[in-house]
C-alpha cells in the first residue's frame, strides 16, 4: 500500500518523464576534419563519414584542414588540387561543434604543418574559455 507522500513522488515522477518525452533533442553535430595531401586521408574521411551517417544519430559535416603550402610547391610535388566542395576546417565550427573526429597523416612522427597552425590558431578560443 502507498502512502500518501509515496503517491505524490509517483505522480510528479510521471509527469517529469511527460515532460522529457515532449522535449525534441537535436542530434549532436560530428564534424570529420582530415588533411591529405594526396587524398588517402580523404578516403578514410569518407568512410567515417558514411558509418557516421549510417547511425542516423548524428548529424555529420566533412570539412578539411586549411592548406598552408604555395601552390608552387604543391605543383612541384604532384599533389592533386584539393576538392572545392569541402569547406575548410574554421575556428567558428570547433567552437559550436559537438563532437570531432581528425585524420591525418604523420610527417616524421608528427602531425603536419596544416594541422599545427590550425591548432595553433585555437589560442583566441582557449583565452576565452570556449
Same mark, same amino acid.
Given at each position: ?13 510521471? @509527469? @517529469? @518523464? ?97 594541422? @599545427? ?14
Amino acid at each position: 500500500m502507498l502512502h500518501s507522500k509515496n503517491k505524490e513522488t509517483l505522480t510528479n515522477t510521471k @509527469k @517529469k @518523464k511527460n515532460i522529457k518525452t515532449k522535449t525534441k533533442m537535436t542530434k549532436p553535430t560530428v564534424f570529420v576534419v582530415y588533411y591529405s595531401t594526396y587524398g588517402h586521408l580523404r578516403t578514410v574521411a569518407d568512410k567515417v563519414v558514411e558509418g557516421l551517417k549510417s547511425t542516423n544519430l548524428v548529424n555529420v559535416e566533412l570539412r578539411q584542414f586549411p592548406e598552408t603550402l604555395p601552390q608552387e610547391v604543391l605543383d612541384k610535388m604532384h599533389a592533386p588540387p584539393k576538392d572545392a566542395s569541402v569547406p575548410e576546417f574554421t575556428l567558428d565550427e570547433l567552437e559550436a561543434g559537438d563532437a570531432f573526429m581528425f585524420g591525418f597523416p604523420t610527417r616524421f612522427g608528427t602531425a603536419p604543418t596544416q594541422v @599545427k597552425s590550425f591548432i595553433d590558431s585555437t589560442g583566441g578560443l582557449w583565452a576565452k574559455k570556449a
